[in-house]
């Protein structure tokens, strides 16, 4: 699915790419200090928008994020430079793998342990999803199965998926990472749920029956809703909400009552007008 207009894609893809470095890399704030996370979401905006980049800076900055030994700083860096390559149709420069492997056992986590700065519940369990899914790794059934009964621990009775009570960002992690593990989402009850947390103003909230709209409610939900074929109730005022948060720049902030345009906000909005895209019109 294309954006709504020509002049809106032009826009985005000058916004992404006034921040790419010399060196190789994005930063977006527009200093020589490229990173992981901006050049994977640069690179993500980009390939959404069918545009054609080839930077070979670019892919020796990803492969630097490598050590030697096929190993990676952290599960972070290896999904931003893995994934990343992945866009650009390269390969890393020694298997990652093992390297993946070695870490898989990490996606559980102790929610009551997680310190209070953590935004995502399943954010590097996410990764780890992600990364074992492309990758093709195969390490049987116990491990595959393990994995879909820990996310399953987090499901509520009201469909929805959180620590303590459910919200729309872990729900749709939680669908996002169930589907690519195969595993079936009908009778779930999240459609309930998300339903719930469908507003007239936003589009989305993060909770049922209350009124706080940012950019990644509205992507959580539309992405939800995606996964389950369930076209979102107020569809038109979600596009009207992520259009609005669109900066001079042509990048995106969470919320259309100004801030900052981040790389991260920018796919957030892409992302979700892709799949808006045949609801909206």
Same mark, same amino acid.
């Not at 704030?29 to 930077?55: M, Q, V």
């Not at 195969?182 to 989305?204: H, N």
């Given at each position: 699915?294309?954006?709504?207009?020509?002049?809106?894609?032009?826009?985005? =893809?000058?916004?992404?790419?006034?921040?790419?470095?010399?060196?190789?890399?994005?930063?977006?704030?527009?200093?020589?200090?490229?990173?992981?996370?901006?050049?994977?979401?640069?690179?993500?905006?980009?390939?959404?928008?069918?545009?054609?980049?080839?930077?070979?800076?670019?892919?020796?900055?990803?492969?630097?994020?490598?050590?030697?030994?096929?190993?990676?700083?952290? =599960?972070?860096?290896?999904?931003?430079?893995? %994934?990343?390559?992945?866009?650009?149709?390269?390969?890393?420069?020694?298997?990652?793998?093992?390297?993946?492997?070695?870490?898989?056992?990490?996606?559980?986590?102790?929610?009551?342990?997680?310190?209070?700065?953590?935004?995502?519940?399943?954010?590097?369990?996410?990764?780890?999803?992600?990364?074992?899914?492309?990758?093709?790794?195969?390490?049987?059934?116990?491990?595959?199965?393990?994995? =879909?009964?820990?996310?399953?621990?987090?499901?509520?009775?009201?469909?929805?998926?959180?620590?303590?009570?459910?919200?729309?960002?872990?729900?749709? %992690?939680?669908?996002?990472?169930? $589907?690519?593990?195969?595993?079936?989402?009908?009778?779930?009850?999240?459609?309930?749920?998300?339903?719930?947390?469908?507003?007239?103003?936003?589009?989305?909230?993060?909770?049922?029956?209350?009124?706080?709209?940012?950019?990644?409610?509205?992507?959580?939900?539309?992405?939800?809703?995606?996964?389950?074929?369930?076209?979102? $109730?107020?569809?038109? $005022?979600?596009?009207?909400?992520?259009?609005?948060? $669109?900066?001079?720049?042509?990048?995106?902030?969470?919320?259309?009552?100004?801030?900052?345009?981040?790389?991260?906000?920018?796919?957030?909005?892409?992302?979700?007008?892709?799949?808006?895209?045949?609801?909206?019109?």
């Amino acid at each position: 699915m294309q954006l709504q207009n020509e002049l809106l894609r032009q826009r985005v =893809i000058r916004y992404v790419m006034e921040r790419k470095c010399l060196s190789g890399g994005f930063c977006f704030y527009k200093l020589e200090e490229p990173n992981g996370s901006d050049t994977w979401f640069a690179l993500s905006i980009l390939n959404l928008l069918y545009y054609e980049f080839r930077d070979e800076s670019t892919v020796n900055y990803l492969r630097a994020m490598q050590h030697p030994d096929g190993s990676y700083d952290g =599960i972070y860096s290896a999904f931003y430079s893995i %994934k990343s390559l992945s866009l650009l149709g390269v390969d890393p420069v020694e298997d990652p793998r093992p390297y993946i492997l070695r870490n898989l056992g990490s996606y559980r986590f102790d929610a009551r342990r997680l310190p209070a700065e953590v935004i995502s519940l399943f954010k590097r369990t996410s990764f780890l999803v992600d990364l074992y899914e492309t990758t093709g790794l195969d390490t049987g059934n116990d491990v595959h199965d393990n994995i =879909i009964e820990f996310i399953l621990r987090f499901r509520n009775e009201d469909g929805g998926f959180g620590y303590l009570r459910s919200t729309l960002h872990e729900t749709s %992690k939680a669908l996002e990472m169930l $589907q690519r593990l195969g595993y079936p989402l009908d009778g779930l009850g999240a459609e309930s749920f998300i339903g719930r947390c469908e507003t007239p103003v936003t589009g989305f909230t993060d909770i049922p029956h209350t009124s706080l709209g940012y950019l990644e409610f509205v992507h959580a939900g539309v992405l939800a809703s995606h996964l389950l074929a369930h076209r979102p $109730q107020y569809s038109k $005022q979600c596009a009207a909400f992520v259009l609005n948060c $669109q900066n001079r720049n042509g990048g995106f902030s969470r919320t259309p009552h100004g801030g900052i345009a981040t790389m991260e906000d920018t796919w957030h909005a892409v992302h979700a007008l892709m799949h808006l895209g045949p609801w909206s019109e």
